[in-house]
Nanobody, 124 residues
């Protein structure tokens, strides 16, 4: 089992920044590809970004490219999402997730472990 706990959400104005963190415990963190998803009210949970086991490969949704940066610190068992130039449409609950395989286009069903989420609200 892997336990994931997100933190860092909050209320920010348009154009502002936030950094989300996801702390993992329970298994060897470096064995897992980590990802961030988000879910706005009334919408499906959608992929935001993912990072490979050692951090050498990353992928982003088109909607966040150039604004969000994913990173990880395997010594701290933590994955981060730096969010800059935030927009009202970024408002959502943000979830981190873990899987042991890397492939572009992985869906929600491909991830084995999920955190409880952290709320990000961007005011206009």
């Amino acid at each position: 089992q892997v336990q994931l706990v997100e933190s860092g959400g909050g209320l920010v104005q348009t154009g502002g920044s936030l950094r989300l963190s996801c702390a993992a415990s329970g298994h060897t963190f470096s064995k897992y590809v980590m990802a961030w998803f988000r879910q706005a009210p009334g919408k499906e949970r959608e992929f935001v970004s993912m990072i490979s086991w050692s951090g050498g490969m990353m992928d982003y949704a088109d909607s966040v490219k150039g604004r969000f940066t994913i990173s990880r610190d395997n010594a701290k068992n933590t994955v981060y999402l730096q969010m800059n130039s935030l927009k009202p449409e970024d408002t959502a609950a943000y979830y981190c997730a873990a899987t042991q395989r890397w492939a572009l286009g992985l869906t929600r069903a491909d991830y084995d472990y999920w955190g409880q989420g952290t709320q990000v609200t961007v005011s206009s």
